[in-house]
């Protein structure tokens, strides 16, 4: 019988939920609203009897002191109720753990078929409220209509005995699951195939898979298991593994580059070999801390004799920019999945963030599918409940507004886990499934949802874009199963692991075939959330918390007795075995037999057409200023600004201690609440080494040039290392490369080959750059398809593409975490130095960016000048001369040096006249088939205004302050590398400037910049 | 002196346990993570043990209330190894979730020993929302707790979205009379929060962060004592050290959170 148990807070307790709806109404719309008190609703498809549910609503879902509830309605004084719950198939964590509970409770478990789901009600007051504004609340702000369904009651609509009813969103499916064969007799018939099954095929795939088909031996090994046709099953399967997403088809493509300006052309082929394989391979095999590189779901370096830590990052953009929470939250515990199915399986120690939405308060005219804050919200509230649920540490991340994500956001999401060197004498790092062992999927059971996942995200927003690939990721079970596999990891019982991530276990199962060389999966074996899945959806689906793993025979019973102590669900599916094949069955009957020589095929490369023109070329120019006013003012503002101003906000909502591990916090200084250049983590804690994270990223370099946009990135990341105790000898980089579309269209895509040329720009530069600071690249993936076609006024839509963007993860170890160092000025009297030249570098600097300019000089990285000083830099950190040590990086030296002086709460007194300034001359040279870049930079004086000193956003620059006494030592490391002594820090209470001409800039009083940069995030 | 047994919870979404293991190590105690299956299954027993910690987390993901199915799947399996637990002298401790769990219970507070019954709560934050950050606390030195003995005013972070402490007025007044509230919110310089937030991190009646039971030996707190082991889990240490080192002093190794588990494992002393 169902039932329905509503639970609200006693009357006269505080609504805290209620009272952030109030907030967020008043936030987002302006609207003013008396009251909101929110009632739990449980809706119990069940066979209690009425004493068990009476029972269960006391004992279980009623807190005797705070809460009351009742089987008919709470609802009584309100002028409009808002009821939301899920759409049928949607994970509802809570209505599963409800059923746990109940079966508990009573002892028995409950019958398969029965469920209870979960929803809410929202009682509003406030007799101003008119029904529009009611429908908006609840669209804009409480339910998102791809996962969830709503309803609008007057207290005249809602019947003061049923209340709003009882709404059960079971997954029926009237379907009998089938494999069907599909002729594909022409080229022509398999690409409108493609489009009708939204399999995203590759035209110039269309013709190798023919022909695999059509061969004389694959029809006769074929025939013998009863098959002639493909079947959608295989043709799903080969949809999946040749898309972009898992085969990195654009990376791996061929580019044609073509400079316009001196007409040089080039062959680019390949940028994941040239540029990210190769660098990272020579730099391996210099390194024995690189343990373990491009091949597994996470990268392996070491972290001590003992320990090795993997890290990884990818993104999650376009289930986020549908389903914010949902897809972030899905992101995060996905990429914690990657760790724990790196080698034999790492322990979670950290989860990283970047974000970058359309700005927050954008009121234009485009209408994406969330607006801005909106989807800012959701997506930080879905990557917390997934890092927080997970006892995982969230550290560190990124945030950054611009409008050219208003067509897709980006979610970076990133991971870092723990090993031990070693598990019963075998190398953690090392797996490999053999011929024989059994297909174990452990974890969540498979629904329909996030069929075509991967498919989706290689393609760019559209309105046809299909929803039902979002789903809501479920830390819960997910950390059950981690503590879990470890365990199975440590008694030696697990021979291969890997997650169920994008292509569901047709990518884990594809993949991990390979290595025994061929696998035999009974896919009617597979646990499903509700009967009727086709065969085909079964293979491919993406849902979520689940985990591939290869056990030997002889350890099956141990592993499902560790299984059902934890409560996992693990099912035997399969096994791997040596065919060469990949074989399918449903009930016995055979609905794929796949060579694996046939994934490996020649499949043609894609091919792009990539035309660089310089910036100068188009028509980018430096803007014509003069020298502001009111430097201070200028200042207050700048700190204002979306892309610098205060992100407690999220850093506080992100457990960032969880596991004990903190050394340097997210948030520090006198008022714990300015961001340290880097996070430090002691992942074990018997042990004082740590381990040191940062990230970066700076789209608007791209608008000039993507080689520098990379170059200043990767320096900005190994400098926020190096600022609070790095060395420089061990960092591991991981790269995320997200961009739009480029392939060129003379239609859909007119600035296609412009947008192919900035990304091979960009990984000459990640290349150059690895290479030269001596970085490999532990882990990287790309996203491309950052293009959203938005719906403008007078009905037309526009496309809008993201900008190029790469964020770059480092990861550098700290020898001694005693010697870790953060960056607010701490004494009074410490000298303050800048270490670095400043150049005229302004393009796509904040600076220009809030005075509405590119400008054209973008900062460049001189490597080899920055090399000398950072190793004297971490010399001076490490014999512990340094009092502080921040690195100046977007918003220039007058922002950072504001953001050192108000998170120490003293004063502090620059002369810009001592700035060591610079000319940096580049040149990029595309040769015939090689690109070359130089640099050099030319102490020189007076080259630089007092606006251009303040703002520019040279790299390679730390603000570092010195106790006088060690004035000497300090010096002497620096001897001959560009430093000035600006000043010192003082028991005052503002931040002086003294400009060129000696006459003081600005004086403005420390916690008054500290306002202004707090109040840019409300 | 003899080993000291301690027990710390694992398993559905608890997640503290790691470093909970390690202050309590450090503090001289004997520790074993073990799961709650292994104890209802009997395969591991409480009375094996002198400590029992139920440490920080997101047990069953917090739905239906944080600890609420924890603390029912412990009444109906483990409720007389629990009780005899603690009538045989055992010291139990409930940190964030593991102190949600024990209220949910009813061990705390406890008024009337051996029977469970929930008497106070730990609600939604007033601010809405999760939220990381470090408090000042003042300990309760007329308290009967065992963990808080001889404590000085100390700071430790707070890392929860339900940790309001509610009781109706009476209870209140019951839990001051017997000493039973055990630490404090504070201000920074050192006086009550009086609700004040931040410093009251999320809304606490009588800025309460932690409890205890009439006779001082189960307690739960919302703040971690277990995430200050080291001296450098402050979050001003750089600071802390830059003023010491300039004195002369050194820079202290072991963080404040040790004590808690200190004073458990000397109770046994």
């Known amino acids: 019988m169902a039932a329905r148990l509503e639970i609200a807070l006693k009357k006269h307790l505080f609504d805290p939920e209620g009272a952030s709806l109030r907030r967020k109404i008043h936030d987002y719309f302006g609207w003013r609203v008396d009251q909101v008190r929110v009632i739990h609703v449980l809706t119990l498809d069940t066979d ?17 002191v705070t809460q009351e509830s009742s089987c008919n309605t709470l609802a009584g004084d309100f002028h409009w109720a808002i009821w939301v719950g899920f759409r049928p198939g949607v994970r509802d964590t809570a209505g599963s753990v409800a059923i746990e509970a109940i079966s508990d409770l009573l002892g028995r478990t409950q019958p398969p078929q029965s469920a209870v789901y979960t929803s809410r009600i929202y009682l509003l007051k406030g007799d101003s409220l008119h029904n529009d504004q009611v429908e908006t609340v609840a669209r804009e702000l409480l339910a998102n209509d791809i996962i969830q369904q709503w309803r609008i009651f007057s207290p005249s609509q809602m019947d003061p005995r049923e209340g709003i009813g009882i709404v059960i969103p079971k997954v029926v499916l009237e379907h009998r699951p089938a494999v069907e064969q599909i002729p594909i007799p022409s080229d022509e018939a398999l690409l409108e195939l493609s489009r009708a099954r939204n399999l995203a095929l590759n035209p110039q795939d269309i013709p190798v898979i023919r022909n695999y088909f059509n061969r004389p031996e694959v029809l006769g090994s074929r025939a013998k298991q009863g098959l002639s046709l493909p079947t959608d099953v295989e043709l799903e399967a080969i949809s999946q593994a040749r898309s972009d997403h898992c085969n990195h088809n654009t990376f791996q493509g061929k580019f044609l580059y073509e400079d316009v300006h001196n007409g040089q ?68 515990v996905g990429i914690y999945r990657d ?125 046809h874009t299909p929803a039902g690939h979002v789903q809501i990721g479920d830390p819960y079970t997910q950390k059950k199963m981690h503590d879990f596999l470890l365990e199975a990891r440590d008694e030696g019982l697990i021979t291969f692991i890997t997650d169920n991530g994008g292509g569901g276990l047709s990518s884990s199962i594809g993949e991990s075939c390979t290595f025994a060389g061929g696998a035999h999966v009974e896919l009617e074996k597979v646990p499903l959330k509700y009967e009727g899945l086709d065969v085909w959806e079964i293979w491919v689906s993406e849902s979520q918390e689940r985990m591939t793993v290869a056990v030997r025979p002889d350890h099956l019973d141990r592993f499902m007795e560790l299984s059902r102590m934890h409560e996992v669900e693990s099912t035997v599916i399969g096994r791997y075995e040596g065919t060469g ?49 009111d430097h201070g003012t200028l200042l207050h503002h700048l700190l204002a600004r979306p892309n610098v101003c205060s992100k407690e906000w999220i850093q506080r909502q992100y457990d960032h201690e969880v596991q004990g591990t903190s050394v340097v916090k997210p948030l520090v200084g006198r008022g714990r609440d300015v961001p340290g250049d880097a996070v430090v983590l002691r992942p074990v804690l018997e042990s004082s080494r740590g381990l040191a994270v940062a990230q970066a990223l700076n789209p608007t370099y791209s608008a000039v040039d993507t080689y520098h946009m990379v170059a200043a990135t990767i320096d900005e990341a190994l400098r926020r290392l190096l600022a609070v105790g790095a060395g420089l000898a061990e960092v591991g980089g991981v790269d995320n490369f997200c961009w739009p579309n480029i392939q060129y269209d003379p239609v859909q895509n007119p600035d296609g080959k412009l947008k192919a040329a900035q990304l091979v720009r960009a990984n000459w530069a990640l290349r150059d750059l690895c290479l030269a600071y001596g970085i490999p690249l532990l882990s990287g993936k790309d996203s491309m398809y950052v293009d959203g076609h938005l719906m403008g006024d007078f009905g037309v839509r526009h ?95 007058a922002v950072h040096a504001a953001m ?35 640099c050099t930079t030319q102490k020189a004086l007076g080259i630089l205004s007092d606006h251009k000193l303040l703002f520019s956003e040279s790299p390679g620059r730390f603000l570092v302050t010195v106790k006088p006494g060690n004035r000497e030592r300090f010096e002497e490391l620096f001897e001959k590398l560009p430093w000035g002594l600006l000043g010192e820090v003082t028991d005052g209470t503002s931040l002086k400037m003294v400009g060129l001409d000696g006459s003081l800039l600005m004086d403005e009083p420390v916690m008054g910049l500290k306002h202004s940069w707090q109040k840019g995030s409300q | 002196m003899s080993t000291v047994r301690a027990l710390v919870l694992t398993g559905f979404g608890l997640n503290c346990d790691l470093e909970t293991a390690h202050a309590l190590q450090a503090a001289g105690a004997q520790v074993d993570r073990v799961h709650l299956n292994e104890l209802s299954e009997g395969k591991k027993k409480l009375h094996h043990y002198q400590i029992f910690v139920v440490g920080g987390g997101f047990s069953w993901g917090d739905e239906h209330g944080a600890g609420v199915i924890m603390a029912m799947r412990i009444k109906h399996r483990l409720q007389e190894d629990l009780l005899a637990f603690i009538g045989n002298g055992g010291l139990v401790l409930g940190i964030c979730n593991g102190f949600q769990v024990l209220v949910n219970l009813g061990v705390l507070p406890g008024f009337a ?42 700071e430790m972070p707070i890392r929860h979205g339900e940790g309001k402490f509610f009781a109706e007025p009476g209870i209140l007044e019951r839990l001051r009379e017997g000493n039973q509230v055990i630490l404090t919110y504070a201000r920074v310089e050192g ?20 409890i205890c039971d009439p006779t001082g030996r189960v307690a739960g707190l919302m703040p971690h004592p277990e995430a200050y082991i080291h001296g450098t889990n402050h979050p001003d240490w750089t600071y802390l050290r830059e003023k010491l080192g300039r004195q002369g002093r050194p820079f202290p190794h072991e963080g404040g959170g040790i004590l808690l588990f200190r004073n458990a494992v000397n109770h046994f002393a």
């Open chain 1, 581 to 629: 094949k990949l074989h399918l069955t449903y009930e016995g009957k055979t609905c794929a037999f796949l060579d694996l020589s046939f994934f490996a095929e020649d499949f043609p490369q894609w091919e792009f057409e990539a035309q660089w023109v310089p910036p100068e070329v188009r028509g980018l120019c430096e803007p014509v200023l003069s020298e502001p006013a």
């Open chain 1, 799 to 893: 496309k809008i593409s993201g900008l190029p963007t790469m964020q770059f993860t480092a990861t550098g170890i700290v020898p001694e975490v005693s010697r870790c160092q953060t960056m607010e000025v701490k004494v009074p009297g410490d000298l303050v130095y800048l270490l670095g030249h400043t150049c005229d570098e302004l393009g796509g600097s904040e600076y220009y960016d809030a005075l509405g300019y590119v400008g054209l000089h973008v900062p460049v990285v001189d490597v080899h000048e920055n090399l000398r000083l950072y190793r004297a830099l971490e010399t001076s950190i490490a014999q512990g001369l340094v009092a502080s040590c921040h690195g100046i990086y977007r918003g220039g030296l």
């Open chain 1, 900 to 934: 050192a002086a108000f998170a120490g709460e003293l004063g502090m007194t620059l002369d810009l006249r001592r700035v060591p300034q610079a000319h940096r001359e580049s040149q990029t040279s595309p040769g015939k088939d090689s690109f070359g870049f130089s």
């Open chain 1, 339 to 463: 760790i724990m199915g790196t080698g034999k399986g790492s322990r979670l120690i950290a989860g990283l963030y970047g974000y970058c939405v359309g700005p927050r308060d954008y009121d234009g005219k485009l209408k994406p599918h969330l607006h801005p804050r909106r989807l800012l919200d959701g997506i930080v509230e879905g990557v917390r409940d997934g890092g927080n649920k997970h006892g995982v540490p969230t550290p560190f991340g990124n945030l950054f507004q611009h409008p050219s994500f208003l067509g897709k956001c980006l979610v970076f999401v990133g991971a870092l886990g723990i090993m031990p060197k070693k598990v019963l004498g075998e190398p953690t790092e090392e797996k490999k499934c053999r011929p024989g062992d059994l297909i174990i999927m452990s974890g969540g059971r498979v629904g329909k949802d996030g069929i075509h996942g991967v498919t989706a995200s290689s393609e760019s927003y559209s309105e």
């Open chain 2, 191 to 210: 006086g009550p929060a009086k609700g004040e937030f931040p410093f009251n991190p999320n809304g606490s009646l009588e800025d309460i962060a932690g």
């Open chain 2, 113 to 154: 020993t051996g029977s469970f019954r929930r008497q106070v709560a730990l609600i939604g934050n007033d601010c809405g929302q999760f939220r990381d950050q470090w408090v000042n606390l003042i300990p309760n030195t007329s308290s009967p707790c065992v963990f808080t003995q001889g404590l000085e005013s100390m």
């Open chain 1, 48 to 64: 209690l009897s009425r004493e068990e549910l009476e029972l269960v609503r006391k004992e279980l879902f009623t807190n005797p």
């Open chain 1, 265 to 332: 052309t080039m062959v680019v082929d390949n940028l994941f070999k040239t540029c990210i394989q190769a660098p990272t391979l020579s730099l391996q095999s210099q390194n024995d801390w690189v343990v373990s590189v491009l091949w597994d779901n996470a990268g392996v370096a070491r972290f001590d004799d003992e320990h090795n830590y993997s890290i990884t990052g990818e993104t999650h953009n376009s289930p986020s920019n549908m389903e914010a929470y949902g897809g972030a939250l899905t992101g995060i």
